[in-house]
Structures are given as structure tokens and as C-alpha cells.
């Protein structure tokens, strides 16, 4: 393995550092390299502008056939040729986001004028991400990525980076330990088998986090998104792949610009933020069109 790629993997497999309205001690972490899609890329009808969010994404998610965007002020969304809306009530700092069944779940750091601890614990919504409220944690964890498949969340704690997990939908915790995780995804039908990313490749448990084994025929991945039965990956320099067989092997698909920041999935659609454009492909990963532009502050 060359050392350029090496060094390259290590910084993009780095937790991204977030503003937080108190002083919070957190490893170093550097942002990843990304580059912008090409200038000449014309957009298509669909493409909106985004300049009406705020603050950096952190993560994307659907809700039906709504984009969310997790951001530095707050959960928004973009519906189908609309412009984007904030969707949460209060612009907090939105650093993880899953969807649980019915609920949606969130991690971060309050916004202007929350009366919250630093770290928020894990946040819950019933009303599709317009109010929030404690669930767990609050004023002790800081979930930069989190996963869900039915009453198990597993998230990873900022600060440390270890990995947690709850079976009773986020009420009580376990620390599992298992550093070194960038992203993770969970099989919506069987959770026990997690896949995560690190900088040396792909691992995957099979004993619900108690411990991990490396993918040793998968492609170099920084980010997951399960949808189904397809488990989909983004590379380092912008490729997708999918996996239906909890990764094992992985099918090379379409490509973006370089290596997104953000991924998400449902059904065969599947968003890619690089840059400030969010990339959308209705076709399981093969192709791929700009959904929304002019993103601000990446």
C-alpha cells in the first residue's frame, strides 16, 4: 500500500470537530480533503439552490422523499424542487442522525439560546424532526455517528471514539469499546452484524459490536449507508459500491467528484454531499445528478 494513501486515508477517517457552546475536550480532528464536482457539470431541472441553509452539514437522511440535512443550525429539508426549509424548532448543533422506525434520532450540541448541557446526549423526535427531546446521555455523550435497526442504536462517542450500543431503543447503554470506527451502519434486518469503516478498511461484526473482523475483499470505504438489503459505500475518491451480502463482496457502481462528507440511502436512491452540492442518483449508486447546489459554509 502507498504511503500517500495511507496518510490520505488517515486524515479523511477523522471525526470532524464541531462548535459547541461550551468548551468540550475532543481528540484533534481534521477535516477531509473533498473537492467541489466539476465546473462544467451542468445541472439538471431538478438541481435547487441550498444557499438558504445555514451552518455546514454534517449528515443526510430521508424521510420519505425528503433530503434531510443535518446541520451546525439545526435539521433541515429539501423536498423534490423545493427550496429547503428548517424543519427542527431549535437550530441545534445536529453532529449524528438516524432514523429508528417511527422516530428519528439525534446527537450535538445545543444552538443560540438552548438552555442544554454541552453534549446532548441522544435526542429523540416523533414529529419528524421538528421538536426534540432528551432520550439519554444528556451532558455526558456526544454521538458523532449513529445507527439504528428497529430497537437497537449504536452510536460513537465523540470524545473517544469508542463505540455504544442500546437494545431498548436508546433508553440504557452499553460500552463496547472498539475504537478506531469512522462510520458504521447496522442490517435493518438483523442487528447483529454491523459493518464500519476505518482507516486500515472495512470491518465487520456479527456479535452486535462485542467485537470486529476486517472485510478483507472490500474496497477502501469512508462512508455507509444501508438501505434494504443493499449495504452502499462511498470510496476516498468518489466511487460507490454496494454489498448484499452484509459486505463481504461489493459490486463497483457510479462515481462523484471525490470522496463525499455525507451519505445516505432508501430504496434505490442514494445522496452524496461533496462540496456544496448534494448528488443524488435514482438508480442504486450508477448515476448521478445534482439535487441541490450553492450549499453554504463546507
Known amino acids: 500500500m502507498q504511503i500517500a494513501r495511507v496518510l490520505g486515508l488517515a486524515a479523511a477517517l477523522t471525526l470532524a470537530a464541531c462548535g459547541t457552546s461550551a ?53 433541515w429539508g429539501q423536498a423534490p424542487g423545493s ?10 448543533d445536529v453532529m449524528g442522525l438516524t432514523n429508528a422506525d417511527d422516530r428519528w434520532l439525534a446527537s450535538g450540541h445545543p444552538g443560540m439560546g ?32 449513529l445507527a439504528a435497526s428497529r430497537a437497537v442504536v449504536v452510536g460513537l462517542n465523540a470524545h473517544d471514539g469508542r463505540l455504544l450500543r442500546s437494545d431498548d431503543g436508546g433508553t440504557t447503554w452499553t460500552d463496547l469499546g472498539i475504537p478506531g470506527l469512522y462510520d458504521l451502519a447496522v442490517n435493518p434486518a438483523d442487528a447483529a452484524i454491523i459493518v464500519g469503516t476505518t482507516e486500515n478498511g472495512p470491518v465487520r461484526s456479527i456479535d452486535s459490536g462485542a467485537s470486529f473482523q476486517p472485510l478483507a475483499s472490500a474496497p477502501l470505504l469512508a462512508l ?10 462511498a470510496g476516498l475518491d468518489g466511487r460507490i459500491f454496494a454489498s448484499t451480502d452484509n459486505g463481504v463482496t461489493w459490486q463497483p457502481l457510479g462515481s ?30 450508477d448515476s448521478f445528478t445534482m439535487r441541490l447546489t450553492d450549499l453554504g459554509a463546507h
Open 114 to 145: 438552548m438552555d442544554a448541557p454541552a453534549d446532548l446526549g441522544l435526542l429523540q423526535s416523533t414529529d419528524q424532526g421538528r421538536t426534540w427531546t432528551e432520550l439519554s446521555l444528556g451532558g455526558e455523550i456526544d454521538f458523532h455517528r
Open 23 to 75: 468548551d468540550v475536550a475532543e481528540a484533534p480532528s481534521p477535516s477531509p480533503v473533498i473537492a467541489a464536482p466539476s465546473a462544467g457539470s451542468p445541472a439538471p431541472a431538478q438541481s435547487i439552490s441550498g444557499a438558504e441553509v445555514t451552518g455546514h452539514i454534517h449528515n443526510l437522511g430521508y424521510d420519505g422523499l425528503q433530503l434531510l440535512m443535518g446541520t451546525h443550525e439545526g435539521l
Open 256 to 285: 462523484v467528484a471525490s470522496q463525499p462528507t455525507a451519505l445516505a440511502a432508501t430504496g434505490t436512491t442514494v445522496a452524496a454531499l461533496v462540496g456544496d452540492t448534494v448528488l443524488e442518483s435514482l438508480d442504486g449508486g
Open 83 to 92: 427550496p429547503p426549509v428548517q424543519v427542527s424548532a431549535d437550530p441545534f
Open 224 to 233: 455507509l449507508a444501508w438501505s434494504g438489503d443493499a449495504l452502499y459505500g
